[in-house]
């Protein structure tokens, strides 16, 4: 079982829909929880960061990361086209040195 | 613009040939790293160097070498390039080696598209 499981999509919604992306994982260790937005033909960029269990909101993104179910989301309320992206998490241990793993990438397609 | 800065940006390599992949980052970060994503394997880590001075292998370092030149620089060389190899490699820096402490995360470069024929 790879530690750090992501459905790739595609995913299409209409424009407005409120999208909703998983991640699952095995290592209980894992307190560090980001997701990154990759558009084509670019480097990932930091979206969202949360540490350990909760919800963080920023706009129209909600991350929430639930530790006993290892589980984390990222809600996207009221799509845009300039949504369209690959989204990927990415988390690690609290421990010098690691880096950070990332899931497959969830590849979402807004439509107007 | 601040950030990272990868080169070439396209690469055709025959196989057995040999090519160094530059990376170097203006952030002042200690920590830097080399990806590679594949189509639907996502990002897998190659090396990283948690500080300068310091290079650790990833989840597929085979058929690779790392070379942290300096605070600012992290080479990836590919010794006798095969089809496998045919990727696109991203560099990252952080601020510490220790994720926690790096809430800016990762800052990626826009990446080396390398195709092996």
């Known amino acids: 079982q790879k530690e750090v499981e992501q459905d790739p999509g595609p995913l299409s919604v209409p424009e407005g829909a409120i999208v909703s992306l998983n991640c699952t994982y095995s290592n209980s260790a894992f307190q560090y929880f980001m997701w990154y937005r990759q558009y084509s033909r670019k480097g990932p960029e930091l979206l969202m960061y949360t540490y350990s269990s909760g919800n963080k909101e920023d706009g129209r993104f909600t991350a929430q990361v639930d530790k006993s179910s290892k589980y984390i989301s990222l809600f996207i309320r009221d799509s845009q086209p300039s949504d369209s992206a690959t989204y990927l998490c990415?988390?690690?241990?609290?421990?010098?040195?690691?880096?950070?793993?990332f899931g497959k990438g969830t590849t979402l397609s807004v439509s107007s | 613009n601040a950030g990272v800065t990868q080169t070439p940006k396209f690469q055709v390599l025959k196989t057995g040939q040999s090519m160094t992949l530059q990376c170097a980052q203006d952030m002042n970060h200690n920590s830097m790293y080399w990806y590679r994503q594949d189509p639907g394997m996502g990002l897998r880590l190659i090396y990283y160097s948690a500080s300068e001075g310091t290079t650790d292998k990833g989840e597929v370092p085979n058929g690779y070498n790392v070379s942290r030149l300096n605070k600012r620089e992290f080479s990836l060389r590919l010794e006798s390039a095969a089809p496998s190899q045919t990727s696109v490699y991203f560099c990252a820096s952080s601020e510490v080696g220790a994720i926690g402490q790096g809430r800016d995360g990762y800052t990626f470069g826009s990446g080396t598209r390398l195709t092996v024929v």
């Open positions: 990415a988390m690690s241990a609290w421990q010098a040195g690691t880096a950070l793993i």
